[in-house]
């Protein structure tokens, strides 16, 4: 598919203690094959009123996640549903790896299709954890229990603009490190934080290849770090910050979502149109 993809998937810098990938274009000894499919990859809590089929990606010999969205949605619970989003633990041997991991990569392949309309913007897959059951629903404006769950995915804006929609522990210290991310980062008024908008951006009709590594915080400490990789290139690098308050917090996998929006029709999907995403990968780095 692409030759760099191994080294797209999983950074060369780093240390893969285990792991595993939907691609079979990975060789790496400590990552293991998986299967793009529910049940193996611990898929779990789906979205009612979405679909994600498995079909091969375009351009590609590659299995995929199919996402569609219909002209007029935005909003996982409003009245048209698009895209699609579930949680998902990754293979046994990856999930009980989780809870007692400090750093951890996911990564995965997305390509839009060719004649694509952003519109405002809309969300990805991302990284999630906290404590307990804590964990789910770290978005949408919640802000009880903040310092309880960090739910780190990616959005799209207009014009593919690329950053991190971030749900971490409303500090201080968090809303001063985040917001001299550059190029651009702004506080939202639900609570969440966009982090680096426009750091890179995504291409349409091509696979777009993006890796997510977290390090926790110890407890008490602001010594937390996020980074993104989108085709081999570190386009966001954060230092010091506060994902947890307490060891309780742990790492519990993808929080696998995509739809348009934002919560206004403002945001909704211009057209029909569709999505893919492959080769699934995750590592236990630390
Ligand atoms: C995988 O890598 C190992 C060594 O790193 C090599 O010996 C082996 O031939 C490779 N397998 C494939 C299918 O490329
Ligand atoms: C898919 O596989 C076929 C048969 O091996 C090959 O001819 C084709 O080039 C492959 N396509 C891509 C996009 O890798
Ligand atoms: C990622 O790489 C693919 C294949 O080389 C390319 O088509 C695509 O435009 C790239 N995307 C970005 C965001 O650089
Ligand atoms: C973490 O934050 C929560 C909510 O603010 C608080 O109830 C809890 O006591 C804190 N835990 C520690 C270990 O500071």
Known sequence: ????????????????????????YVNLSQITTA???????????????????????????ESAWEAFYPEGSYNP??????????????????????????????????????????????KLPGQFGGVGDLAYRCSGGRQND???CFDLRLMW??????????????SENNAQVLATVPPMSVENPDYGFS???????????????????????????????????VNGTTVIHVQGLELRNSSQSVFQGMHFQTFFGG???????????KAWFSDISGAILG
């Open 263 to 273: 919560s206004t029709s403002a945001y909704a999907s211009p057209q029909d149109q």
């Open 35 to 61: 299967a793009l499919a529910d049940d193996a990859l611990g898929v779990f809590k789906i979205s009612s009123g979405t679909t994600h089929p498995v079909v091969t990606g375009p351009n590609s010999n």
């Open 157 to 170: 804006r207009a014009n593919g603009a690329g950053e991190v929609y971030a749900y971490l522990p409303l």
């Open 77 to 122: 619970n409003g009245p048209i549903r698009g895209g699609f989003g579930f949680y998902m633990t990754g293979p046994p041997s990856f999930a009980e790896q989780l809870s007692t991991a400090n750093e951890v990569l996911t990564s995965y392949s997305v390509m839009f299709e060719p004649d694509w309309e952003w519109m405002k913007g809309g």
């Open 1 to 24: 598919m692409i030759t760099a993809l191994q080294s797209w998937l999983f950074p060369p810098a780093l240390t893969f203690l285990s792991g595993f990938t939907t691609s079979s």
């Open 146 to 148: 903040r310092t309880q």
């Open 195 to 229: 982090i680096g908008r426009g750091a890179w951006t995504f291409r349409p009709g091509a696979w777009n290849v993006v890796a997510e590594r977290i390090k926790l915080n110890d407890p008490g400490k602001n010594n937390g770090i996020l980074q993104i990789w």
